[in-house]
């Protein structure tokens, strides 16, 4: 195996570029109409910045006093009054602004009319009864024609306003606008895939990828060929259309497509296979040919699809779960992957934990040229992961790589980030400065056992059952030959339904004979039987243990050929994934039945008879789970002894087997 310190792509340390922030067009609007508003407000305006009064003002205060020089009568609906220069000794000069009119002097005020003839009239009446020796001002009519304003009050700005609106509006729903967002309802097709750009920077590198050696090979393999092409069509190769990371939730397939992302130097696509999909027909077929025509584009570059199982499921396979859109957008996938275009230089990526949902032409050489498998990390492979999580962290010196790796055997890297996330929490509720061993020991009890609940009440008789139901397990698993080696046995509660828990440490295989599944359906059994010995009925809590013997049962029998009366047969169909009908016929399925019911009681009493040959270790174990309510291997060695097969290795890929008592026959 690879170092997991490898060496990125050249290239990969570019600098980010430095954009600045997006320009918002909502600010073009908004500055638009802010000066709309106070254009109009000022234009409507002008020329009326003097005092306001009334015509019997004007007339007793001024004309009859003769203090007016001048009136003038603007547009029929206004009037200005200019007082003589004894009246306004310092009357300051306005020069006027072009378009609004040129007046010598200031206004001293003005008063609203309501129509030319009424003034002329009015005015005709005062200049009657003026005393005699007051001069008659002089009256002129103005009309003050604005262009702007006229403009702007009769036509333009309701135009201009609704234009405004218009480009708003298709803004919004992504049409028409410049920018318009792929998410509107007229670019409702348009693919949602985000770019990456060449020289993007991502944060994610192949270092952060851990324990995924040979997957990393692959991937970066698929890289050269984007950047290096002629180094292999020289011989003749040709470049992959595309590549399938397969594995279970949580090992790492999204974050190594993250990775490539951050070392490779071409343009890279990132999609999600529920993007597609859409309330409106022909939307999922629509936005596959859009993300193809922007990375031909682009070319050469990298399409990654997550979870692609939500597009790419068996097409046909009941006529009742059928979804013509679904499978509208495989078939579209399926022509551009490979279809008559012969699209070169763009490779797809996609990731998947359902590989045996996936349509046969999706996967066949020509799309989906290899099948890279992302397993659950060795021991090895979760010692790195650990490394890397945990640079992060404050840990202590005692802290034990190691022995964390060996305590978590099937554990995924998103579960051990969980893990180390959790010791950091459960340190700082300690008010710790440093993470320390315990506090992994504490964070991989609740991940595996759920929350420890110190205030829940439990029965001495119920505390007193658990105890036995627990040591059953140990007991079984200690003196069976394949059973799993134990690690730890609680009678803690934990989460919503575990009472106490057994924690094995599984070895390592990957076939398993008969006499293997045997065992550890003894040891399954171990809690049950304990409880039938020592008190002479059972409880609900081996609700857990019954359902994955009966699961383990029936795959011996109907799957696996590991019974004489149903023979070398195997009625698994994993292509199937909604089945109407068994395989076989009601005969069978009766024989099926009947050998399975034998066989688990058969183990039943396996297990009844290994707790009866020990019952002086079982009532020792059963009260020191009493005193101290979990119990180590070093524990057990001292109550018990040595155990008398030798432990094995751990496993390196299959999950532990732990039995759990439940609170009621419903919790699992």
């Given at each position: ?9 050249p ?44 015509f ?5 205060e ?17 009037v ?20 609004f ?23 005709a ?51 028409g ?95 999600s ?8 027909v ?17 070319a ?9 199982d ?9 006529v ?23 699209d070169?230089?763009?490779i ?77 929490l ?45 040591a ?15 690690i ?20 390592e295989?990957y ?17 049950r ?56 016929s ?42 101290k ?18 432990d ?6 299959i ?14």
């Amino acid at each position: 195996m690879e170092d997991n310190k490898q060496k990125p792509f050249p290239g990969s340390d570019n600098k980010p570029s430095r954009k600045g922030p997006r320009f918002n067009i909502y600010w073009v609007y908004g500055i638009i109409f802010v000066a709309l508003i106070i254009l109009q407000f000022y234009t409507s305006n002008v020329g009326t910045t003097a005092v306001t009064k009334s015509f019997q003002e004007f007339r007793d205060e001024y004309l009859y006093k003769g203090k007016v020089e001048q009136v003038k009568v603007v547009n029929g609906n206004e009037v200005e009054v200019f007082l003589t220069p004894a009246a306004t000794p310092q009357q300051p000069e306005d020069k006027g602004l072009p378009g609004f009119g040129n007046n010598a002097k200031a206004p001293a005020f003005t008063f609203k009319i309501g129509s030319d003839e009424q003034f002329r009239d009015d005015m005709a009446d005062a200049l009657k009864a003026k005393p005699a020796e007051v001069k008659e001002p002089n009256v002129y009519y103005d009309v003050r024609g604005n262009w702007l304003r006229d403009i702007l009050n009769s036509f333009l700005l309701p135009i201009i306003i609704l234009v405004a609106m218009w480009f708003l509006i298709m803004r919004k729903m992504g049409g028409g606008a410049p920018g318009g967002g792929a998410g509107g309802i007229f670019n409702i097709g348009k693919s949602k895939a985000q770019l990456f750009e060449k020289g993007t920077r991502v944060n994610i590198t192949f270092n952060d990828v851990a324990g995924l050696d040979e997957a990393k090979v692959e991937v970066m393999e698929i890289v050269d060929f984007l950047k290096n092409p002629k180094k292999y069509t020289a011989l003749g190769g040709k470049i992959p259309k595309g590549a399938l990371l397969v594995g279970p939730p949580g090992t790492g397939k999204t974050l190594l497509a993250k990775a490539v992302a951050g070392e490779a130097q071409v343009p890279f696509f990132s999609m999600s296979g529920s993007d597609f999909v859409e309330l409106f027909v022909g939307v999922g077929a629509s936005r596959v040919r859009d993300l193809f025509k922007q990375a031909r584009e682009k070319a050469p570059c990298i399409v990654f699809i997550d979870e692609i199982d939500a597009i790419g499921r068996a097409r046909g396979k009941n006529v009742v779960m059928s979804n013509d859109e679904r499978e509208n957008t495989l078939n579209q996938l399926l022509v551009e992957m490979d279809g008559f275009s012969g699209d070169t230089g763009i490779i797809v990526l996609a990731a998947t934990n359902r590989p045996d949902v996936l349509d046969t032409a999706l996967l066949r050489p020509g799309r989906f040229d290899r099948q890279i498998s992302i397993d659950i990390p060795d021991v090895k492979g979760r010692e790195k992961i650990f490394d890397v999580h945990l640079k992060p962290i404050k840990k202590s010196a005692d802290l034990n790589i190691n022995k964390l790796a060996v305590q978590t055997p099937g554990f995924a890297g998103a579960d051990i980030a969980n893990i180390c996330n959790e010791a950091a929490l459960i340190a700082a509720r300690k008010g710790k400065e440093e993470v320390e061993m315990s506090d992994f020991n504490d964070a991989i009890d609740r991940v595996i056992g759920g929350l420890e609940k110190k205030n829940k009440i439990i029965s001495p008789e119920e505390k007193k059952v658990i105890a036995f139901h627990e040591a059953g397990h140990a007991i079984c698993g200690w003196f069976l030959e394949h059973a799993h080696p134990l690690i730890k046995v609680s009678i803690v509660p934990r989460g919503v339904a575990a009472l106490g828990y057994a924690q094995y440490l599984p070895k390592e295989q990957y076939l398993y004979t008969l006499e293997q599944m045997q065992d550890q359906m003894v040891a399954l059994f171990g809690g049950r039987a304990a409880e039938q010995i020592t008190f002479g009925k059972v409880s609900t809590g081996a609700q857990n243990d019954l359902e994955r013997i009966t699961k383990m049962a029936y795959s011996m029998v109907s799957i696996y050929g590991m019974n004489e009366k149903v023979g070398n047969v195997s009625y698994y169909d994993g292509n199937q994934e909604y089945a109407t009908a068994k395989p076989y016929s009601e005969e069978t399925s009766k024989i099926i039945d009947q050998e399975v019911r034998a066989l688990i009681a058969e183990q039943y009493e396996r297990a009844k008879d290994l707790l009866r040959q020990h019952v002086h270790h079982l009532n020792a174990l059963a009260a020191e789970l009493l005193k101290k309510e979990v119990l180590y291997k070093d524990d057990l060695e001292r109550l018990i002894g040595q155990r008398p097969y030798e432990d094995m290795s751990p496993n390196e890929g299959i999950p532990p087997v732990t039995g759990t008592i439940a609170e009621n026959p419903i919790a699992s």
